[in-house]
């Protein structure tokens, strides 16, 4: 309990429930990524079950995140993790098996490579004060964006857009005990990802549509 204290600068040790209001609130970031994403799929007409997939997921991160901060125990913890763990898992199946097209071994592959190396990392809080964790799906996100972009697929900025801002809120996770104001940076990580969030699952509803115009256009 005494390092789940200590992980957030704005904490700092403090047991209490909003020992940590800042970053507990912030993860409203995350349902906002959820909601705006809803909206986009029902206009688009992609309400699929990849498209709920990923609402629920993201959903379910500012839950697990909010519960994380506010009740900083290691079964909270883990409801932080696996709710993120999970969105990468589908997210990483949907962008790599369907937007880039890679055979379904390959696509396997690089989820396998990617949540394995990232529980690899997790023992090892520093450098980057635990962020390490965040390094593989970042180099995974990169990739997959520079592929669509190459491949001129619908708003192709959109994966090398959340690539960047993820980017960013690793490096601003990774200071926040290095800053001197007392609530740290943590909630800008919060308030980036809800960014990357939302960027990742508009760059599939897209993709969605497009197949679906492309497949109607066929008929």
């Given at each position: 309990?005494?390092?789940?204290l200590?992980?957030?600068?704005?904490?700092?040790?403090?047991?209490s429930?909003?020992g940590?209001?800042?970053?507990?609130?912030?993860?409203?970031?995350f349902m906002l990524?959820a909601?705006a994403?809803?909206?986009?799929?029902?206009?688009?007409r992609?309400?699929?079950e990849?498209s709920?997939?990923?609402?629920?997921?993201?959903?379910?991160?500012g839950?697990?995140?909010?519960l994380?901060?506010?009740c900083?125990?290691h079964?909270?913890m883990?409801?932080?993790?696996?709710?993120?763990?999970?969105?990468?898992?589908?997210?990483?199946?949907?962008?790599?098996?369907?937007?880039?097209q890679?055979?379904?071994?390959?696509?396997?592959?690089?989820?396998?490579?990617?949540?394995?190396?990232?529980?690899?990392?997790?023992?090892?809080?520093?450098?980057?004060n635990?962020?390490?964790?965040?390094?593989?799906?970042?180099?995974?996100?990169?990739?997959i964006?520079l592929?669509?972009?190459?491949?001129?697929?619908?708003?192709p900025?959109?994966?090398?857009?959340?690539?960047?801002?993820?980017a960013?809120?690793?490096?601003?996770?990774s200071?926040?005990?290095n800053?001197?104001?007392?609530?740290?940076?943590h909630?800008l990580w919060?308030?980036?990802?809800g960014i990357?969030?939302?960027?990742?699952?508009?760059?599939?509803m897209v993709h969605?549509?497009v197949?679906?115009?492309v497949?109607?256009s066929?008929?």
């Amino acid at each position: 309990m005494h390092n789940l204290l200590h992980l957030y600068r704005e904490r700092s040790g403090d047991p209490s429930f909003w020992g940590e209001p800042i970053n507990a609130i912030t993860n409203a970031s995350f349902m906002l990524a959820a909601l705006a994403a809803w909206s986009l799929a029902s206009r688009l007409r992609v309400l699929t079950e990849s498209s709920w997939i990923l609402i629920v997921l993201a959903a379910s991160i500012g839950v697990g995140s909010f519960l994380f901060h506010t009740c900083a125990t290691h079964s909270t913890m883990w409801l932080d993790i696996v709710p993120i763990s999970l969105f990468q898992v589908a997210f990483l199946w949907l962008a790599g098996r369907y937007m880039v097209q890679l055979p379904t071994a390959a696509a396997i592959g690089l989820i396998v490579t990617v949540i394995g190396l990232s529980f690899a990392a997790m023992p090892f809080h520093k450098p980057l004060n635990g962020s390490l964790f965040y390094l593989p799906p970042l180099l995974a996100i990169a990739g997959i964006g520079l592929t669509v972009f190459l491949q001129r697929g619908p708003e192709p900025f959109l994966l090398p857009m959340a690539a960047i801002v993820f980017a960013v809120a690793i490096l601003v996770r990774s200071i926040d005990w290095n800053v001197s104001f007392s609530c740290g940076t943590h909630f800008l990580w919060h308030l980036l990802n809800g960014i990357v969030l939302y960027l990742s699952m508009r760059a599939w509803m897209v993709h969605l549509a497009v197949r679906e115009v492309v497949a109607v256009s066929h008929c």
